[in-house]
């Protein structure tokens, strides 16, 4: 039996060509495992619990409830687009409004904007939020119908 000879370090194979030499492309793997073989990752809870509704969602859900809160006492507020944007246009040399109210036109129903942005950065808790979106949706109310807050909700500013 013969035994395997060394390679002798001094001598290098030969050169390849240039045409030979050009990295070959490589298409990219399909991962089906994470690194450790348990598989992927789903996520992170269901979409049924709290975790998985984001910041927005949960704005968008405290302007909801206020609002449902209003139409029973005021059903005209169905014929109301309620909208939720980020934050208001900018206006140089005027405060940071929370919300606003702008009459029906042509063809469209009367719209209230309430503003996420600023209204999160004023409050410092959950409570305390959803008692300031109310206050805004009431003030934004009654402005569109030309009435006080208080006529609008008799427990405007009570809380």
């Not at 495992?33 to 509704?53: E, I, N």
């Not at 809160?69 to 059903?75: A, G, K, S, T």
């Amino acid at each position: 039996m013969d035994s395997p000879v060394p390679p002798n370090p001094s001598s290098r194979p030969p050169e390849p060509d240039a045409a030979e030499s050009r990295p070959v492309p490589v298409e990219p793997r399909t991962r089906r495992r994470d690194r450790h073989g348990r598989g992927m990752r789903g996520p992170v809870a269901p979409p049924q619990v709290p975790l998985s509704a984001t910041r927005a969602d949960t704005f968008r859900d405290l302007v909801l409830d206020s609002v449902e809160r209003l139409e029973r006492r005021w059903p005209q507020l169905a014929d109301v687009e309620f909208m939720v944007l980020d934050v208001p246009p900018s206006v140089p040399g005027e405060s940071v409004p929370l919300g606003g109210a702008a009459p029906a036109e042509k063809g469209g129903p009367a719209r209230i904007v309430v503003y996420r942005r600023p209204v999160e950065i004023r409050s410092k808790s959950r409570d305390e939020r959803a008692l300031l979106v109310h206050e805004v949706v009431v003030e934004q109310v009654a402005e569109l119908l030309g009435l006080s807050p208080e006529s609008v909700d008799p427990r405007y500013g009570q809380d």
